[in-house]
Structure formats: C-alpha cells, structure tokens
C-alpha cells in the first residue's frame, strides 16, 4: 500500500496568490517526521519544511506553512503570495522503516 | 561547507554493460541514500549506506549494489543493463541514518540506457 499519497499530480496557480498542495500518508510509527521537498526545474531537491508528529504546533517556513492534521494523516503545504521562482515539483514524505517514503509528487507551475 | 557531489551528471549506456555512480556527501555525513526518480513511480528508494554497512535497501533487483568508503563516498553499480533503468539517480547524504533527519541532495546522475 502506498505510504505517501499526492492526489493532486500538476497544478497551476498565478503568482502572488495562495496555493495548498495536499497529502496523506499512512503509518505506523508512534514518533514520526513529515518533510515537504521542493525539486526546481533542472535542479537540486531541497527541503521545504520538516515537521514533527508529537508537535501540535504547525511548522512554518517564511511564505510556507503547514496544516497538519494528525488525526486525518494529512500534511498540506500552503505557499503565500507565489513567486515565479516556486515553479518546482513539491514532493511530500515521511519517514517508514529507518528510511524516508515520498508521495509521487505534485508539479505546481506559477502563471506571471 | 561543500554540498552533496554527485558524478557523472550524464551518462548513455547500452543495455547489457554496466554503470557505476558515485556520490560525495556533505562533510560530517555519515548516511548516505540512493533514490531511483522516473516520471511515472516518483522517487524509489535503492539503498542506504551508514558507516560503510547497508543498512537498508529497497525493492530493486540484484542487479542494483552499492557500497560506502571510510570517506562516507559512495558508489552505485547497475549491471546488465535494462531499458527500464533510465532514470535520474539521487543521492541523498544526512546526519542521521533514521530516516528523520534531513536528507540533502545532490545535483543527480542522469542515466540513459538504449
């Protein structure tokens, strides 16, 4: 059964708006961590936020932020204002089994 | 401090030969995962590395191996070669070998098999 599940596969959003790109997951660890990466165009991936299960409190990183929602194994990621340079593939995961599982990912495209 | 090193960037192989990567990690990282990224699965992962040991392996054939330095670089090795190996390899290196830390990436080795 697939661990990370990304129900949106592209998105397209114009920029400056406000863009939520959804995931669940599924898992058994009673401590676990989240992480949404974000992998630009022809470059390397690189972490866009980390958050940890057993914090109730919403990770945020400047323009993103998330919507975790323990119960429900969701784990949203929302981006304020959008910039051009967002256009990326996002991919959402977590750690299963000593090792990290990722969704398939979402291709979010900023519109000028 | 120096990111994560991956060569080569690009490689075009035939099916039936064999291909090595290699992968340098961030100084002080001791784990270092190879990912497996094709447009349909997503990202696969391969293996993981910590302490020159495997210490955990996807779903992948035999065919698939890799092994850690005392330097922490890793290599990669496909053999015999299948179309179905093309692919964008990752690897990825982090403090811890848990899967709860945060896993930095290198640039990709791009693999072409015709």
Redesign the interface.
Same mark, same amino acid.
């Given at each position: 059964a697939q661990t990370v599940t990304q129900s949106q596969p592209e998105m397209s959003v114009q920029e400056a708006e406000t863009v939520t790109l959804s995931c669940t997951y599924d898992t058994s660890e009673n401590n676990?961590?989240l992480?949404w990466?974000k992998q630009p165009p022809s470059?390397?991936?690189?972490?866009v936020i980390?958050q940890e299960a057993y914090k109730q409190q919403n990770a945020t990183e400047n323009r993103f932020s998330v919507n975790f929602q323990k119960a429900a194994k969701s784990f949203s990621l929302k981006i304020s204002d959008s910039q051009l340079g967002d256009t990326a593939m996002y991919?959402c995961a977590t750690?299963?089994?000593?090792?990290?599982?990722? %969704?398939? %990912?979402t291709r979010l495209h900023i519109l000028p | 401090k120096a990111g994560v090193t991956q060569t080569p960037r690009y490689l075009i192989k035939t099916r039936g030969q064999q291909v090595t990567l290699s992968c340098s990690p961030i100084s002080g990282h001791r784990s270092v995962s190879w990912y497996q990224q094709t447009p349909g699965q997503g990202l696969q992962f391969l293996f993981e590395y910590f302490s020159e040991t495997q210490r955990n392996k996807g779903n992948f054939p035999g065919r698939f191996s890799g092994r850690q330095f005392s330097n922490s670089r890793s290599e990669m090795n496909v053999s015999t070669l299948e179309l179905g190996d093309s692919a964008l390899y990752l690897c990825a290196s982090s403090l811890a070998r848990d899967g709860t830390d945060t896993q930095y990436f290198g640039p990709g080795t791009r693999l072409t098999v015709l």
């Open positions: 676990y961590y992480f990466y470059r390397q991936m690189i972490l980390r991919f750690n299963r089994d000593d090792k990290i599982i990722f %969704g398939k %990912g | -």
